[in-house]
T-cell receptor
Framework: GENVEQHPSTLSVQEGDSAVIKCTYSDSASNYFPWYKQELGKGPQLIIDIRSNVGEKKDQRIAVTLNKTAKHFSLHITETQPEDSAVYFCAAPLYSGAGSYQLTFGKGTKLSVIP | DTEVTQTPKHLVMGMTNKKSLKCEQHMGHRAMYWYKQKAKKPPELMFVYSYEKLSINESVPSRFSPECPNSSLLNLHLHALQPEDSALYLC??????????????FGDGTRLSIL
């Protein structure tokens, strides 16, 4: 069936280093790819998103790249800080039948930034 | 602070109780969602409302009953729940349906424990 695969499931980096999380999706018609950050005790917070008509988008220390041909997209965090520690989810709209698409989440990546 | 407000933040109930979860947003969004999230898992879609009409029910047991009184409010009525229903219940909203490339905004959830 349609799905979104996310890797790695856990990631530990030293403060100041970069972190990269990758996702692949199965539905070639998907056209919108958000990334969410979920801190302990909180709901998922949208941190960046990209649409299929661009290949890269940046917002300060965060960037997302998209390769539509290969059907994968990645989150890049540079100069990581302890407050970046959280669980990160990618998502993509996948076909769910009857002409509708639903946002489907990857399984999440627990990022730990070591001071 | 999140723009989607959920109450209560925590709820403990017995299996014979009836309770309701509430969600409110004032961003003018016309799509609202209920998700269930178990520990270390991604959010799992339960219900979708579009223009106050139920558009998707992801085969959720009838002991969960959603209601959308108006475009700003979403309720989830709970009755005769099971211990396995203990989870974080998240509400989200988007301008239009998320499958059409609309960012979803989440509340911080209600942590539900069934005794």
């Amino acid at each position: 069936g349609e799905n979104v695969e996310q890797h790695p499931s856990t990631l530990s980096v030293q403060e100041g280093d970069s972190a990269v999380i990758k996702c692949t999706y199965s539905d070639s018609a998907s056209n919108y790819f958000p990334w969410y950050k979920q801190e302990l005790g909180k709901g998922p917070q949208l941190i960046i998103d990209i649409r299929s008509n661009v290949g890269e988008k940046k917002d300060q220390r965060i960037a997302v790249t998209l390769n539509k041909t290969a059907k994968h997209f990645s989150l890049h965090i540079t100069e990581t800080q302890p407050e970046d520690s959280a669980v990160y989810f990618c998502a993509a709209p996948l076909y769910s039948g009857a002409g509708s698409y639903q946002l489907t989440f990857g399984k999440g990546t627990k990022l730990s930034v070591i001071p | 602070d999140t723009e989607v407000t959920q109450t209560p933040k925590h709820l403990v109930m017995g299996m014979t109780n009836k309770k309701s979860l509430k969600c409110e947003q004032h961003m003018g969004h016309r799509a609202m969602y209920w998700y269930k999230q178990k520990a270390k898992k991604p959010p799992e879609l339960m219900f979708v409302y579009s223009y106050e009409k139920l558009s998707i029910n992801e085969s959720v047991p009838s002991r969960f009953s959603p209601e959308c009184p108006n475009s700003s409010l979403l309720n989830l009525h709970l009755h005769a729940l099971q211990p396995e229903d203990s989870a974080l219940y998240l509400c989200a909203s988007s301008q239009l349906l998320a499958g059409q490339g609309q960012p979803q905004h989440f509340g911080d959830g209600t942590r539900l424990s069934i005794l």
